[in-house]
């Protein structure tokens, strides 16, 4: 999985590059316009995330030129600017997905993956963790091959986690996933605690293996064991 | 009080002033330029009597009517004398009424004569009520002068100022009303309006430049920011200790604070900065609806009961739809948090009024201070309290009334449209 990240900050660029490549993904970077439309033009990647304001161009515009040349990355838009205009615009020209500054690293990996896997299996895929299967076309979840009514709260829970497993994810993170920027963290935490509770005890209906364990004070991580 | 009154109430105080000590300086004037008169009168009357006794060669008709009387005396000649004396009147009244007297003695013919002529000063007392009737008159005619005068005056001469102050009032650099004021030919007022021209230019740049700097500077903060947030979960991953584990909490929990402030703060000023502008035909019911089904577990969670009764709403207004889910979200979650466990939230909707009750502690700040910046009722609370600023901003941009009813732990907003 390759991936291209278009961010001219450089200290921005170097944490999600070091976390990029921790979750095992090949990763370049390129700090301007001319940088990336090069790169671009010389290799292939799966996804390309791209900040709309750099210093010698538009971001909006490496888009344009991905869409008339027929690169099949997929692209995602990560922007300060947090304006809808830029949304619809970006959307419109053809990215996949919008993520607003300042974001969490989990969040961007799972649109990651969500995105590289709309983009890889035309959305008729599967995502399987141990003996927990998900089907995200139809939404539905089994674990040892039972089905489990999920609540969609939970579901958008358990998807998350799995995209992030391995990693301590903090209750902001799951919070914001949530309830995007509405719901002020302290006011959901005693809500996602009870949520996790319950998708753990959901799970542990078929599995006996402990995914979910809880990291001191700061939120949650998904492992086997 | 207005000013042209202000300055018509002195002038007629000072009008009736002049009147007064006029008046009475008249009154004294008048009395001796007709005692000067009659006295003059009887002095004619006197040279007259002694021509007479000259022509008719010392034939004295001895006379005693009140106006003139001959007598002859013993006495010494004297000088003439003028006095003022009271004579009662022939006839029944016998009112008294004031003459004015003169007295000679004359030797005609080895013969001392006295002789007393009188005028009565009767026609004084017309004179004077007459000039007191005019007084009256004239004072009168100028103060109904000053009242006409005042109001043509405030009609003609006032009108740029009333305009300019018309103007003012509805002046509002939030909402882009601002002055252009009228000219008029009087020097006061112009001065005025530059100088309130200078002041609004200035308010307008100041104001300009502070919503560009809340925007740049809140946009500035959102890189720094996105690195703190990335660093510190990298961070989280590597280490191992439960004390650092409290550390990356406090300082996440911190910046995911700054980090919801300055994007509150920015979205403040976005829509301050009308960069909201694109409008789509929007079924606010179905917006709600979904921002509603986003919340429910929450709701839920905290045992709240929601009632909705939305069906009346049947009509698409053209709004921007970021906003208008801006406005849902704020007021849901916010009738959420500020809520009671097993409390309720009653939602109703139709196609006037958007009204949100819900139950809620007592609130500890004035209801208007509710929609201020900044402004939060618990102060331990980590929301910064500009949700009901945005509900207020966006509620400005479409001109909604916003209106806060709080009764019995039972708090009410309602939008009307």
């Known amino acids: 999985m390759k991936i291209l990240l278009i961010e001219d900050d450089k200290a921005l660029s170097e944490a999600i590059l070091t976390f990029l490549l921790k979750e095992d993904y090949i990763c370049e970077m390129a700090a301007n316009y001319r940088v990336a439309e090069e790169k671009i033009r010389l290799y292939q990647y799966d996804c390309i995330l791209v900040d709309i304001t750099l210093p010698d161009g538009n971001g909006l515009d490496i888009i344009r030129e991905l869409k008339k040349h027929h690169v099949m990355a997929g692209v995602i838009i990560v922007s300060a600017r947090n304006s809808l205009d830029d949304k619809i615009m970006g959307l419109d020209i053809g990215a996949d997905d919008y993520l607003a500054k300042p974001f969490h690293l989990s969040e961007l990996n799972a649109r990651i993956k969500s995105l590289v896997r709309r983009q890889q299996f035309q959305g008729s895929n599967e995502i399987i963790f141990r003996d927990i299967q998900v089907l995200p076309d139809r939404k539905e979840v089994s674990v040892g091959g039972h089905r489990l009514e999920l609540t969609p709260k939970e579901y958008q829970l358990l998807l998350y986690f799995l995209a992030n497993t391995r990693r301590v994810i903090s209750k902001d993170a799951l919070a914001e996933h949530l309830w995007g920027d509405f719901m002020d963290t302290a006011d959901s935490y005693d809500f996602i605690y009870s949520q996790v509770k319950n998708l753990r005890k959901k799970l542990n209906q078929y599995s006996t293996n402990v995914y979910l364990h809880a990291v001191y004070g700061i939120g949650y991580k998904f492992v086997k064991d | ?417």
């Not at chain 2, 919503?211 to 191992?240: C, D, G, M, W």
């Not at chain 2, 703060?265 to 089904?293: A, D, G, M, Y």
């Not at chain 2, 208007?368 to 102060?379: A, C, D, G, I, S």
């Open chain 2, 1 to 417: 009080m207005k000013l042209l009154t202000k300055i018509n109430r002195y002038f007629a105080l000072y009008a009736s002033l002049v009147f007064l000590l006029g008046g009475i300086a008249f009154y004294f004037i008048l009395k001796e330029i007709i005692r000067e008169e009659t006295s003059e009168v009887l002095i004619f009357e006197r040279d007259h009597t002694l021509q007479q006794i000259k022509i008719s060669q010392g034939t004295i008709h001895y006379d005693s009517s009140m106006e003139k009387m001959i007598v002859p005396t013993d006495g010494p000649l004297r000088a003439d004398t003028f006095k003022d004396t009271l004579m009662a009147e022939l006839g029944d009244t016998k009112e008294l009424i004031p003459y004015r007297q003169l007295t000679s003695y004359r030797n005609i013919k080895g013969q001392t004569y006295q002789l007393v002529l009188r005028e009565s000063l009767l026609e004084q007392k017309d004179m004077i009520f007459a000039v007191f009737v005019s007084l009256l008159i004239i004072f009168g005619a100028i103060l109904l002068g000053l009242l006409l005068v005042n109001r043509w005056l405030s009609r003609r001469i006032w009108q740029p100022f009333y305009q300019n102050l018309q103007q003012l009032r509805q002046y509002d650099v939030t909402q882009n009303r601002f002055m252009k004021t009228i000219d008029s030919d009087i020097t006061e007022f112009d001065e005025l309006n530059s100088a309130l021209l200078k002041m609004t230019g200035k308010i307008e740049a100041d104001y300009q430049n502070l919503k560009e700097f809340t925007e740049n500077a809140s946009h500035e903060i959102q890189t720094p920011l996105a690195v703190i947030r990335t660093n510190l979960e990298l961070l989280t991953n590597e280490l191992q200790k439960a004390s650092s584990f409290e550390i990356i909490s406090k300082i996440d929990r911190a910046v995911q604070q700054v980090t919801r402030i300055n994007q509150t703060l920015l979205l403040l000023s976005k829509i301050e900065n009308q960069q909201f502008n694109t409008q789509h035909p929007v079924n606010l019911k179905e917006r709600l609806l979904t921002s509603l089904e986003n919340f429910q577990e929450l709701a839920h969670a905290r045992q709240l009961t929601v009632k909705t009764d939305v069906y009346h709403y049947d009509q698409t207004l053209s709004m921007n739809p970021t906003l208008v889910d801006m406005l849902c979200n704020n007021l849901l979650s916010n009738a959420i948090k500020h809520n009671l466990a097993g409390g309720w939230i009653d939602i109703f909707l139709d196609n006037q009024q958007l009204k949100i009750s819900n139950t809620g502690p007592v609130l500890i700040h004035p209801p208007e201070k509710l929609f201020e910046r900044f402004k939060k009722e618990n102060v331990s609370n980590e929301s910064p309290g500009l949700g009901l600023a945005l509900v207020q901003k966006i509620c400005d941009t479409y001109r909604w009334q916003l209106t806060y009813q709080y009764e019995a732990e039972k708090h009410t907003l309602s939008i009307y449209f």
